[in-house]
Nanobody, 114 residues
Framework: QVQLVESGGGLVQPGGSLRLSCAVS????????MAWYRQAPGKQRELVAA???????TYEDSVKGRFTISRDNAKNTVYLQMDSLKSEDTAVYYC????????WGQGAQVTVSS
């Protein structure tokens, strides 16, 4: 059974940092393309960052220079380091694994507020 378990969300002040983790089990992690999405209230889910099995990385324009996606294949985990957080980054963040099928985590709430 494939499982994606996110952790690391929470409340942070503007300008602060958080690191999200997504632990993956049940699939061969090295063969999986991984991504982080987010969904703010009343908005559609959007891609934040992606890192393929070959190491190709992409970012949504608004997070470039502030967020960093990384993966540790030995730990079957993908990370999203978020720096210089803004109120508009407030959302539920989901990790996604893409092989022949797409799998989603349960989501982690990130709230940026003073």
């Amino acid at each position: 059974q494939v499982q994606l378990v996110e952790s690391g969300g929470g409340l942070v002040q503007p300008g602060g940092s958080l690191r999200l983790s997504c632990a993956v089990s049940g699939i061969t992690f090295g063969l999986v393309d991984m991504a982080w999405y987010r969904q703010a209230p009343g908005k559609q889910r959007e891609l934040v960052a992606a890192k393929t099995r070959d190491g190709i990385t992409t970012y949504e324009d608004s997070v470039k220079g502030r967020f960093t996606i990384s993966r540790d294949n030995a730990k079957n985990t993908v990370y999203l380091q978020m720096d210089s957080l803004k109120s508009e980054d407030t959302a539920v963040y989901y990790c996604r694994a893409n092989t022949l099928r797409v799998y989603w985590g349960q989501g982690a709430q990130v709230t940026v507020s003073s």
